[in-house]
């Protein structure tokens, strides 16, 4: 093959790799912010009051942590409700007590979603309303490696808090 046909071949090769490479579609567009989704993420947020959501389903009121997290974690999915996010998770840190428990009680679940809940809302959670949730979670995790609450009450670790505890503690690197 003579040198001049082997650098047209070249020449052609090279033009259209980089043709092909400009070629390359677009990323796809962010569709995770629907007008539907905003409505819903607006709504959701619209219930937050003071960074809680009360529970008034059972009879007498209450700040329901668990559905306030799932709230925040909704939130935070979405995107755009930052300061929705940050109110919530300072509230937690205010009350951090009564939902991952204090002195002879601890929970599991509830201490595993409050770590997830922190690193979420871009908290330190080795300092979370004077906690160091990474270590509060480890703390729940038996020999086993299920996930267990210290109560009076009974021991009610679930898969859901388990779930929250494998998440928080990998995102830890623990």
């Known amino acids: 093959m003579k040198k001049s046909l082997r650098r047209g071949l070249v020449a052609t090769a090279a033009t259209a790799l980089g043709a092909g490479l400009l070629a390359v579609p677009a990323a796809q567009a962010d569709t995770s912010r629907t007008p539907q989704t ?24 209450f700040i329901d942590w668990g559905l306030t997290l799932d709230t925040l974690f909704a939130l935070d999915s979405v995107g755009g409700y930052n300061a929705k996010v940050a109110d919530i998770a300072d509230a937690l840190a205010e009350d951090l007590g009564s939902y991952i428990g204090t ?66 503690l990998h995102a830890a690197d623990s």
């Open 38 to 61: 905003v409505n819903a993420a607006d709504w959701l947020s619209g219930q937050v009051i003071d960074g809680v959501l009360v529970n008034e389903a059972f009879g007498d009121p």
């Open 103 to 168: 002195g002879e009680e601890s929970y599991g679940g509830s201490t595993a979603k409050a770590l997830v809940a922190a690193q979420a809302a871009g908290k330190n959670p080795a300092d979370f309303g004077g906690t160091d949730l990474v270590g509060a979670t480890e703390a729940r995790v038996d020999g086993t490696g299920r996930l267990a609450d210290e109560s009076a009450f009974g021991n009610f670790a679930n898969v859901f808090g388990q779930a929250f505890a494998v998440k928080g």
